[in-house]
Each structure stands twice: as C-alpha cells, then as structure tokens.
C-alpha cells in the first residue's frame, strides 16, 4: 500500500524529532527538570493545538485533495493536519533544547543558576504588561489592512487575529520571568530553521499539490503570488509559535530547587543528569 503524500511529508518533523530524542538520551544532556518541562510543554502545546484545530481550522482552511491524506477526518480536517501541528511545535522546543544544550551550549545558563534564580522568587508568575500592548497594535494594524486590502472576505482578518492572540499568551504569562534565562541565540536559530522547513514545505508540495489551502477571505489580503498565493499569516504563524519556547523556559525555573521537587524524579534521572552533584 502506497502511503499518501501528506501523510509521507510529515516525516520532515517527525524523522528530526525522533532523532533528537534518541540523541538526548545517549547524551544525557537533559536533568529531570529539563525533561520533564519538555514532556509538558508538548503535551500542553499539543492538547492547545488539536482543540484549536477543532475549533477554528474549518474557518481558515480547506483540504481540497483528499488523495492526499489517509482518509480519516475529524469534524471534516484530515488527521494529517492535527500530527502536522503537534509534530510542528514538537520540533520548535526540541531544536531549541539541542541548540540550548549542545549546538551553541557556550550561551547555555548553568543549572545551578536557574536554582539561585528560583529561590530568590518571591512568586513565580509576573504578568508582561507590555506584549498586551503589542497584540493590541498588531491587531489594530491587522484591521486596518484587512479593511484596506481584502474587504471582501469581512472586516475581521479572523486568522491573523487568532494568531496574536494564541501567540502574545506565553510572552504575556511568561516572559518577565524567563527573559534572562532563553538562549536567544538558539531561539533564532529554531525561529528561523522551522520557518524555512514550513515556506519549502509549503511552496513546493502543501499548495501545489492540495494538501491545504486558505480561505483567502480570512486573511489579511497580502499574498505572494510567486509562492501560489502564500498568505502572509504562513509565514507569521511559525514565528509566532517560537514564542512557546518561553513556556519550556518558564517550566524549568519552577522545578529548579534544592531539593528534588519534579514528578517523576527518579525516573528521569535515568535518562538524564543530575545537576545537584556538579
């Protein structure tokens, strides 16, 4: 049995990931606190992404090439579309991990620092005032262009708008917090790696060949038409996904204590390291 075209494009996320966990395993590069804000940000990330599929994906895209899938849908979106998403975010935090802990380990923050930095909190969440006030711009701004550039579809740019809103969350909850402790170095390099696997992905098989498509009136109006009408949120979406990095950061400086307070403890240290005994 020959395997549908999406469902075999999917390797691209999935081939890297399994790898990586392969090699943080045999690396022991990761301490229990690590792994363990790793297991729940892509739960986390993925629960959020298959319900917001759910929600709103028939709003935003079609699937017109049904050859091109398995055939399993769920309220009409091909099965594909939830992996591509999951899978999507899975690869963002886990080429982060290997650029924080290996790659361009030289801009890594020392464990033990995380540890001085937890116990000086008074409380652990600090609201990001500002990237309100930042969403609240760019979606002003989004109005204004939908308004301006495709009137047609109604006035509300009803994915770009989605975007922000799911996006500016972790930076909104988390960002005060984790700022001095993201290697931005390796969240500009999963930024821009992800970004271009997507637009190649995307140019050159997912349009052309129907595995997706957009619905042009919920869009902002901005297209590029040497890429089959890539809507400009395409490119937007995997920058703003970046941003789940700061939950992965946020999660790590909570469970970094003196005392081993993470679930699983001992089970993860099988597969890791321990910081303490450094």
């Known amino acids: 049995m020959i395997m549908p075209e999406y469902t075999v494009s999917l390797l691209i996320w999935i081939v890297p990931i399994i790898a990586m966990t392969a090699f ?8 229990p606190e690590k792994s363990f804000a790793l297991i729940v940000t892509v739960v986390a990330l993925a629960t959020t992404g ?7 994906a028939e709003f935003f895209f079609l699937f017109p090439n049904a050859r091109a899938v398995l055939g ?3 309220k009409g979106i091909p099965i594909e579309e939830f992996v591509f998403y999951v899978t999507g975010f899975w690869f963002i935090i886990f080429v982060y991990v290997f650029c924080d802990e290996y790659f361009l380990k030289k801009y890594n923050l020392p464990d033990k620092r995380y540890a001085r930095f937890r ?3 008074k409380r ?3 609201v990001h005032l500002e990237s309100a006030w930042y969403a609240l711009f760019l979606m002003a701004a989004a109005f204004a262009a939908k308004r301006l550039l495709n009137p047609a579809g109604g006035l509300l740019p009803g994915y770009f708008m989605f975007l922000i809103l799911t996006a500016y969350l972790p930076s909104f909850l988390f960002y005060r917090v984790t700022k ?3 290697n931005w170095r390796a969240f500009i390099f999963s930024m821009l790696v992800t970004v271009l696997i997507s637009i190649i992905w995307e140019v050159t098989l997912a349009l052309p060949r129907g595995y997706w498509d957009y619905r042009h009136g919920a869009m902002l109006g901005i297209f590029i038409g040497v890429w089959h009408d890539l809507p400009l949120e395409a490119v937007t979406v995997w920058i703003f996904c970046t941003l789940v990095i ?3 950061e946020y999660l ?10 993470v679930p699983g403890h001992k089970l993860l240290l099988k597969v890791g390291r321990e910081w303490r005994k450094k």
Request: hydrophobic share 60%.
């Open 24 to 31: 943080f395993i045999k690396k022991r590069l990761l301490s």
């Open 50 to 56: 298959i319900a917001l599929d759910l929600l709103f």
């Open 72 to 74: 399993i849908f769920i």
């Open 119 to 121: 116990a000086r909190l």
């Open 124 to 126: 652990i969440l600090y």
């Open 180 to 182: 001095s402790f993201i």
């Open 246 to 248: 700061l939950m992965y």
């Open 252 to 261: 790590k400086i909570c469970y970094f204590t003196p005392l081993p307070s």
